[in-house]
């Protein structure tokens, strides 16, 4: 069993910074795609940003490619989502998510273990 936990949410002014944290706790899992992901009101759940095998590799939505960047701590079992020059657009619950295959195109569908979120608010 897979556990994530969202940490680094707040309220921040446009052109700020923010940094979130996801704690991962891989049980038997074997380590393949941790991704952020995001969930506005209303609006349907859409990926950010994934990091494959310990940050061999990453990709991201292009909204936030160039203003945020994810990276990991093998040794902690961290996922961070750093997020700079946010925008009002960017309010939404965040959440990272766990995949065993598959989550290079940040598809919710592939993921299947989520944490409970972390909201993140961006005035203008």
């Known amino acids: 069993q897979v556990q994530l936990v969202e940490s680094g949410g707040g309220s921040v002014e446009a052109g700020g910074s923010l940094r979130l944290s996801c704690a991962v706790s891989?049980?038997?899992?074997?380590?393949?795609?941790v991704g952020w992901f995001r969930q506005a009101p209303g609006k349907e759940r859409e990926g950010v940003a994934t990091i494959y095998h310990s940050g061999i590799s990453t990709n991201y939505a292009s909204s936030v490619r160039g203003r945020f960047a994810i990276t990991q701590d093998k040794a902690k079992n961290i996922v961070y989502l750093q997020m700079n020059n946010l925008k009002p657009e960017d309010t939404a619950m965040y959440y990272c998510?766990?995949?065993?295959?598959?989550?290079?195109?940040?598809?919710?569908?592939?993921?299947?273990?989520w944490g409970q979120g972390t909201q993140v608010t961006v005035s203008s």
């Open positions: 998510a766990f995949a065993p295959e598959l989550g290079w195109d940040l598809s919710p569908s592939r993921y299947q273990f």
């Open positions: 891989l049980g038997t899992a074997s380590p393949n795609y």
